[in-house]
């Protein structure tokens, strides 16, 4: 029972890393705009919205963007 308990926690936590590094990918192809039009849209979830300003401040440390 512990097993597949551990194998079910272990499950999660890969599909949510899936998760993040898929929008981590979808992120870094949106243009400038499309990125600062994604963190303030509240019509998108609180994860996509730090997705989006994490990549802005990216740019910004990288010299790539003009936020």
Do not use: C
């Not at 029972?1 to 890393?17: D, G």
């Amino acid at each position: 029972m512990a097993f597949l308990l551990v194998r079910w926690a272990f499950n999660q936590e890969h599909e949510q890393h899936q998760k993040i590094a898929e929008r981590v990918r979808r992120m870094s192809t949106y243009n400038n705009e499309e990125l600062k039009d994604h963190a303030n849209n509240f019509n998108y979830s609180p994860q996509e919205r730090s997705s989006a300003r994490r990549e802005m401040q990216r740019r910004r440390e990288n010299g790539t963007g003009p936020f």
